[in-house]
């Protein structure tokens, strides 16, 4: 926490609780010491979207003295990406074989697209422009389960560990493939080589081993590969759905994971008969908080909105200008472990 700023960082709800002490500190460097029970007239408002800023309404308050201004989720997740693609000259990329290629998107040919906000759950939002959304279909197959499968199957602490285990691991140790089916060969006739997933997992089935007779690398990694598949799978279904060309994958599952894209990737490409592809957004994991920090802006509250923009961006009035400074400013201030530090000043 900086004397004149805010720093925006990724929690983890259980972490959440545990650093209610030094969070507080957030309020005394907001607004002065206003002990915890301040006058309601005196309490901070900071806008918050997702299921957090409902659920943590009431600790904000009592103990932070902040009121939780309510965005709505999908709204956030809307406006941050299609901010993001329009002010970010490198902001969207696609994945295939490790090579990573930055696409430029036209302003005026951005819409329609298919934003798959990948975060504990899946969410998927047919976006037509800059406020005009519906989700359109998600699935409860998404981080989260990755993450808790992953730690009970695994018995891994934390998500960068088990990241790290599927990077080393081999999924067809696990992963019942076409050619396991078919006596090492693939069926081409319906397109299936011989090196495709026939059944994720369902080697275990025949093998007669226990979970600890596997390698905890190679159960993560057709873990990985069962999700991020799955995810893309639904995702082209949904895009082919509402004939929208562009799928753009967010959220902090996928945090730039080489592996994850990739699959994800390859699960388009598959589907779509190679006529689909995946993109991925650089700043993925914080489309709602972009979006909901954007808000100040829709409520008339321009000069927060605007001085940030003054702060990044080299034209100073326009939010929604291309701007290489934008991005080199959140270049360098990702950290190590993939949080973006952003400091925005607030004015009294
Ligand atoms: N360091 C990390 N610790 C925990 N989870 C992580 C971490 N890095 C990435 N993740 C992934 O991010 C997911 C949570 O993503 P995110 O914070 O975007 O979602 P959320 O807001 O909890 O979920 P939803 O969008 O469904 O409301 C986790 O389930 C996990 O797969
Ligand atoms: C419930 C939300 C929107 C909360 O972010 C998300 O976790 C989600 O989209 N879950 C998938 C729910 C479903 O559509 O099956």
Same mark, same amino acid.
């Given at each position: ?14 972490? !959440? ?17 206003? *002990?915890?029970?301040?006058? /309601?007239?005196?309490?901070?408002? #900071? ?15 009592? +103990? ?14 809307? /406006?941050?990406?299609?901010? =993001?693609?329009? $002010?970010?000259? %490198? ?22 697209? =298919? =934003? ?5 759950? #899946? ?18 197959? *998404? @981080? ?18 088990? !990241?790290?285990?599927? %990077? ?10 076409? *050619?396991?089916?078919?006596? @090492? ?7 299936? &080589?011989? &090196? ?7 080697? $275990?089935?025949?093998?007669? +081993? ?28 949904? $895009?082919?759905?509402?004939? =929208? ?36 957004? %650089? ?8 979006? $909901? ?11 927060? /909105? ?9 034209? /100073? ?32």
């Amino acid at each position: 926490m900086a004397g004149d700023g805010v720093e925006v960082a990724k929690l983890e709800e259980k972490e !959440l609780k545990l650093c209610e002490d030094q969070v507080s500190h957030l309020a005394l460097d907001i607004g002065g010491d206003q *002990g915890d029970e301040a006058p /309601a007239g005196d309490k901070h408002i #900071v806008k918050a979207t997702g299921g957090g800023a409902f659920k943590f309404s009431d600790l904000f308050k009592e +103990k932070l003295g902040i009121i939780l201004d309510k965005v709505d989720e999908m709204s956030s997740l809307v /406006a941050g990406a299609n901010f =993001l693609l329009k $002010a970010v000259h %490198h902001e969207a990329f696609t994945y295939m074989d490790g090579v990573k290629d930055y696409v430029q998107i036209d302003h005026k040919d951005l819409y329609p697209y =298919l =934003l798959v906000n990948v975060g504990s759950g #899946v969410s998927m939002i047919k976006v037509d422009g800059d406020n005009e959304f519906e989700r359109v279909s998600g699935t409860s197959v *998404g @981080g989260g389960t990755f993450w808790g499968l992953g730690k009970l199957l695994t018995k891994c602490k934390s998500f960068d560990e088990l !990241l790290e285990l599927s %990077h080393q691991g081999n999924n067809r140790v696990i992963d019942m493939l076409v *050619g396991d089916i078919y006596g @090492g060969t693939g069926y081409s006739k319906i397109g299936l &080589t011989s &090196t495709t997933i026939a059944s994720s997992f369902g080697k $275990a089935v025949s093998q007669n +081993k226990e979970l600890e007779d596997y390698r905890t690398e190679d159960v993560a990694r057709s873990l990985l590969r069962m999700i991020s598949n799955n995810i893309g799978q639904i995702a082209y279904l949904n $895009a082919l759905r509402f004939g =929208l060309k562009r799928i753009f994958f967010g959220g902090f599952f996928i945090r730039g994971h080489e592996y994850t894209m990739d699959t994800i990737s390859v699960a388009v490409h598959f589907w779509s008969n190679g006529e689909a592809k995946a993109l991925f957004l %650089h700043h993925e994991g914080f489309l709602g908080a972009l979006g $909901a920090f954007m808000s100040y802006e829709k409520q008339g509250c321009t000069d927060i /909105a605007h001085q940030f923009m003054e702060e990044h961006s080299s034209v /100073a009035k326009s939010p929604f200008c291309t701007s290489d400074r934008l991005e080199s400013s959140t270049h360098t201030d990702v950290k190590d472990n993939g949080c973006i530090e952003c400091r925005v000043q607030v004015r009294n």
